[in-house]
């Protein structure tokens, strides 16, 4: 490699000169230094430590400030002085990604709040932003005709400078442009990228005469913005907006918790659709050509009672098809507000957000936000705790077990629980905190008991006094903490993830049974205490009210008594992650063709895994289909079914409770063991039943369901060996512990 490299750099230097020094360091450091994060056999840190002084030779050191990317120069410092402990600290907090830290103006110069940024010893350049990091961020934000004007309202900024008073010079290079600041701050509406790399202020209101935007209704705008030194230009496209042909929507409100859909050509009632929700109107008029829908702002989606709409991009549809919304509306877009639904128009409709107050639903205002939680200072609650699920979407699993004991236990107590949005169906007794406002970030820094089944924010502060339960969600099986991540992440790195960012915030963990406290000393060196003698999330498989449950569920899915109920569930796959909690469906079984082949007699339950949901895929009910991907209590989908097909997921433990058979549909076993997230123990001794690798056995397996018998010995051994503390008290049992945590 080295030969060809040198080889390589000869014919460039007799095609055009010997590179500049800092040339090839500008070119070739950084892009190692991205690599770090991934150096599994520490080829990457020996190469970097071997080259660096060839780089630096003869670097101009003052060029090299505004050449070299501001966290290549925080690496640089820190190789150049030898300690790789500091630079895999500020890699494991976030280096790469400078879009996450504070910048602003220090000196004159353009500087980023970069890990070491309060540590004096390092010099106040390497934070300087380069030029290629102030280049210019710039978007359309709305933009109409008004008589014979056209107006549009933009973004114009520096990529990653957000400090007050870093409101840069907008030049507007395009002759006949009019161009006014106006500092408008509802970031939340903005493209993400732009939101998430432009301080919110940097927007100006854009007026010209229609007659400059040309015959093609279109007008390329140049501009320019300063600030401190730095030019960036760049180029805005702003077009006429165009009416649809056909059936339109002309407005859209929230109005007194319904939503109010104006337009014109339907001369039937519309729906209000989302990837997890269908509105009817309750209203619809028409006069002329014109139409009046209203949806109302609440739905009872699972029977648990009319609670609002969730948070999601929302489509009028009509006769299958989405109906566009009318120029001005898609290109001059309205921020609407009514309680507790918060969203705006977009392109396709209507999108409602998480209802947080307009500074809370930037990246910045979060910013801000994290950093006055972990200052504060104040008296720890003894008699409030806080619970969240996954990442807020719903209130189950252990902790929903868990706030129902402590609530029976003393009616007083303070339960919050953080949801996404209003939409959630709580527990009795629970006071909703939407995550990421000021009263969320409250209740996380005063409440004495922490329950999770996902790791805390890196942001997390636990004060004295405060108690963090993990309960995690499932029994472990699949591969997890170091021996996972080292797979895939330099050792360092790995040992960050496994301790520092997870198992450092315990205080105490739960567990299905005592010998499952050794895959988490080798995953995570926990040696703290656990809770070791059942998770609570099982506990109302053998309520006193399971057979009402089950009763009930299957009645709101409309499953017959005569029906045979098939649960059809599986886990994610990382190949198909996007790494943002959000995973595409493996696509492994073609559920409606399962359906067809089972006819009337069977109905499949379908569960996607909630990171397939996240990503907005659903296989849609019908055929003998019931998606219950977003049904918000998994243990209702058990007791409702008579049978279950499953993967690697372990609901296979829970589910095994009932008695009830189970098929092992694993057509990848050897890709997912192998090259995917691989298992702690092997597959077979946690899978009770057939295993199956074609999907055309399924089907006679579900209709005769006599070969369960052949699987009985390996049943019970599977709960002796997993469920024996899973007895409908678990929650007893931790509460217990919880409350007696000082005595």
Request: net charge negative; glycine share 8%.
């Amino acid at each position: 490699m080295g030969k060809l490299r040198s080889l390589t750099r000869r014919v460039r230097d007799l095609a055009t000169g010997p590179a500049k020094p800092l040339d090839v360091l500008a070119r070739e450091f950084p892009a190692l230094v991205r690599k770090l994060p991934k150096d599994l056999d520490g080829s990457v840190e020996a190469q970097l430590r071997e080259r660096l002084p060839e780089w630096l030779d003869g670097v101009d050191r003052a060029a090299l400030v505004r050449r070299v990317p501001s966290w290549a120069k925080v690496a640089l410092h820190h190789l150049e002085n030898d300690d790789l402990d500091a630079l895999h600290a500020a890699l494991d907090h976030g280096l790469l990604d400078v879009r996450q830290f504070a910048a602003g103006l220090h000196e004159g110069e353009p500087v980023v709040h970069l890990p070491g940024w309060d540590d004096p010893s390092i010099p106040r350049e390497t934070f300087v932003l380069a030029t290629s990091e102030t280049r210019f961020a710039g978007e359309v934000v709305r933009a109409r005709v008004v008589d014979d004007r056209f107006e549009a309202v933009v973004r114009a900024g520096f990529a990653h400078i957000d400090a007050d008073g870093a409101v840069p010079e907008l030049v507007v290079v395009t002759p006949g442009v009019r161009a006014e600041w106006i500092g408008e701050t509802s970031g939340h509406r903005g493209g993400a990228a732009m939101w998430r790399e432009t301080y919110d202020r940097s927007t100006w209101a854009i007026e010209l005469p229609l007659s400059r935007m040309g015959p093609e209704q279109a007008l390329d705008l140049e501009v320019e913005v300063r600030l401190a030194g730095r030019t960036a230009g760049g180029r805005l496209d702003l077009v006429v907006p165009a009416d649809p042909i056909g059936p339109a929507i002309d407005g859209i409100d929230l109005e007194r918790g319904t939503i109010v859909v104006r337009g014109r050509g339907l001369t039937t009632a519309p729906t209000l659709e989302s990837a997890s929700v269908t509105v009817t109107a309750d209203e619809f008029s028409r006069l002329g050509s014109s139409f009046r829908a209203v949806f109302p702002g609440t739905a009872d989606r699972w029977g648990r009672g009319l609670l609002p709409l969730p948070v999601g991009d929302y489509a009028v549809i009509a006769d299958g098809q989405p109906v566009p919304l009318a120029a001005e509306l898609v290109d001059w877009p309205a921020d609407l507000a009514d309680g507790p639904l918060v969203g705006h128009t977009t392109h396709d409709g209507l999108r409602l957000i998480k209802p947080r107050l307009p500074d809370e639903n930037t990246m910045y205002g979060q910013r801000y936000l994290r950093e006055a939680y972990e200052a504060l200072e104040a008296p720890v609650d003894a008699r409030a705790a806080m619970f969240q699920c996954y990442w807020a979407e719903v209130a189950t699993d252990s902790q929903a077990a868990i706030h129902r004991e402590l609530r029976r236990r003393d009616p007083r107590l303070r339960l919050y629980w953080g949801t996404v949005d209003h939409s959630v169906a709580l527990p009795e007794g629970a006071k909703r905190v939407i995550a990421g406002t000021r009263e969320w970030y409250s209740a996380l820094a005063t409440s004495k008991f922490l329950v999770k089944n996902t790791e805390v924010g890196a942001y997390t502060r636990l004060r004295p006094g405060q108690v963090y339960l993990q309960t995690f969600h499932g029994q472990p099986f699949k591969r997890m903490g170091r021996p996972d991540f080292v797979r895939r992440m330099a050792p360092w790195r790995a040992e960050y993830e496994a301790t520092t960012r997870r198992s450092a915030y315990w205080d105490v963990i739960c567990l299905p049974y005592p010998e499952a406290a050794e895959f988490y000393r080798e995953a995570y060196d926990w040696d703290g205490p656990a809770f070791d003698h059942g998770l609570p999330r099982t506990d109302s498989l053998l309520a006193d009210d399971a057979a009402e449950v089950r009763r009930r569920t299957r009645r709101l899915l409309g499953i017959r008594d005569d029906q045979t109920a098939v649960l059809h569930a599986t886990t994610w796959r990382e190949d198909l992650s996007r790494g943002d909690n959000t995973s595409a469906d493996p696509g492994l079984l073609d559920v409606k063709a399962l359906a067809e082949q089972l006819g009337d007699d069977v109905v499949v339950l379908q569960r996607s895994h909630h990171s397939v949901a996240r990503s907005d895929q659903r296989h849609g009910s019908g055929g003998g289909v019931v998606d219950v991907t977003d049904h918000p209590e998994i243990n209702d989908l058990v007791l409702a079914a008579d049978l279950a097909i499953f993967d690697y997921t372990s609901l296979r433990f829970d589910f095994a409770i009932t008695g009830k058979p189970m098929i092992f549909f694993v057509p990848d076993l050897e890709k997912y063991e192998n090259e995917l997230r691989g298992f702690l123990f092997p597959f077979e001794e946690s899978a009770p039943g057939p295993v199956v690798r074609d999907s055309g056995e399924l089907a006679g397996l579900v209709r005769d369901t006599s070969w369960a018998a052949e699987h009985a010995d390996a049943y019970a051994a599977f709960n002796e060996r997993f469920n024996r503390f899973h007895d409908g008290h678990a929650a007893e049992r931790v509460v217990d512990g919880l409350l007696g945590w000082d005595a």
